[in-house]
């Protein structure tokens, strides 16, 4: 189970770290004022010590509502799977997407997620399935010709 002061700890946790790489690669860069304005690092700098600063305070916060937040379970087990029901399936959509392109893998993510989370009939799923890549590839490829990530079926269909 998850309480409401560990989560609030994690979120501070991953704003301090992206606050942290915000303020390192702002530093490559001229961070402040030159002659024609703001140098090329400059917003990303503050922002980034804004992230820090932020990150900070409300761990700060957490720390001294400690007691308070103690017994609040933001999440409990069951809440975990139904994330993980959504989480893994894009996890997969995205290292799929790299080998099958992104028309074949949301075509796939789309049939997984509709009839596994959704519980919908398989004609309903197969539909989508096919329906949303197809109108994307015309979409994308026809209409607004921009070219999208494609694999080994567009290619092997004259697609790509």
Known sequence: MLTRFRLELIACGIVFILGGITVLGAMEHAIGWGDEGPATGYFPFRLGIVLL???VLIAMQALRN?????GE???SHAGARRILGFFLPLVGYVALAQVLGLYVTTGLYLLVVTRWIGRHRWR???????AVPVVSWFLFEVWFTVPLLKGPVEQWLGLA
Request: glycine share 0%; charged share 10%; proline share 0%.
């Open 73 to 75: 379970v933001v999440l």
């Open 124 to 130: 309903t799923c197969v539909s989508v399935a096919v």
């Open 53 to 55: 600063v932020a990150s």
């Open 66 to 70: 400690r007691a308070e937040m103690a």
